[in-house]
């Protein structure tokens, strides 16, 4: 079981879906959720202002992204959070969680070394087997 979990999605349904077959499935202990990109890396800009034991506690294992969301979509997230700015947390492994149908997209999600893999939504308890199984075989 992960610590905790960041789930980055604009649908609140999304994000209640998600709560629920997360914590049906027993898969993590806290899920923390944003609205948007800029949301996420507020959250991280909270993390880098606290003290490390706060931070250890509420750092995420895993972020499930979504790609279109206004204010700041899951690409422009992810180009942020691949700078330096974001060091510290940019090795986080990311499962994009999308609806999208775009070959180009999946093409593209491979371009960030934290992305482990591109699923269409929604969530589910075999999706979070097979997540799990991921995680641990990915460095």
Request: net charge negative; hydrophobic share 35%.
């Given at each position: ?60 294992q ?11 979509g ?22 994009i ?16 070394p ?17 997540v ?8």
């Amino acid at each position: 079981m992960l610590d905790t979990i960041l789930c980055i999605d604009d649908d609140p349904i999304t994000l209640m879906l998600c709560k629920m077959v997360i914590t049906k499935a027993s898969f993590s202990n806290e899920i923390a959720t944003a609205r948007n990109g800029e949301e996420a890396l507020n959250y991280f800009n909270t993390l880098k202002n606290t003290n490390s034991d706060g931070e250890s506690k509420r750092l995420p294992q895993l972020i499930f992204l979504d790609l279109n969301m206004p204010v700041m979509g899951g690409w422009e997230f992810l180009d942020c959070f691949c700078s330096d700015d974001y060091s510290d947390y940019n090795h986080i492994k990311t499962i994009i969680l999308s609806s999208t149908i775009d070959p180009e997209d999946l093409k593209r999600s491979k371009k960030y070394p934290m992305v482990i893999d591109f699923l269409s939504k929604p969530i589910s308890k075999e999706m979070l087997e097979y997540v799990k199984i991921k995680i641990n075989s990915t460095p």
